[in-house]
């Protein structure tokens, strides 16, 4: 998750620490009832059909960047692990989590970022 507070930012942090909340608050109020309630924060991802040129060039005005300055927050010198991640691995830490082997967690929120989490 990034906790840094950004300028003209304010919306994403505040809304990820909000989901971070209510995941803790949930597994409270939930786990009496055997409901577990875990966050899962994935970092940079391989690229895939949804990052098409126009979704760069919002999300860069977003972020008050350029296109340029985005990607090159996806090359493999931003992610210490080298490279980004791939959505299999993010999909077999969930088929874990609904294991029995996953039985005992609830109320945390996991990055799945290959070391780049800021905050």
């Known amino acids: 998750m990034d906790w840094k507070a950004q300028k003209a930012k304010a919306v994403t942090p505040a809304t990820k620490a909000a989901l971070n ?3 803790r608050s ?3 109020e939930l786990g009496k009832h055997g409901i577990r309630v875990v966050g899962i924060a994935p970092g940079i991802l391989e ?6 040129p126009e979704y760069e060039e919002a999300l860069a005005w977003t972020r008050n ?5 985005l990607r090159e927050g996806y090359t493999k010198n931003a992610i210490p692990i080298g490279r980004a ?5 993010v999909a077999d830490f969930v088929c874990y989590l609904l294991s029995e082997r996953a039985s005992y967690i609830t109320g945390v929120t ?10």
Do not use: C, H, M, Y
């Open 21 to 23: 909340s209510f995941t």
């Open 26 to 28: 949930w597994s409270k």
């Open 47 to 52: 690229k895939t059909g949804l990052r098409t």
């Open 65 to 69: 960047i350029t296109v340029e300055q």
């Open 85 to 89: 991640g791939r959505l299999a691995e």
């Open 110 to 119: 996991t990055n799945i970022a290959g070391g780049k989490t800021r905050g």
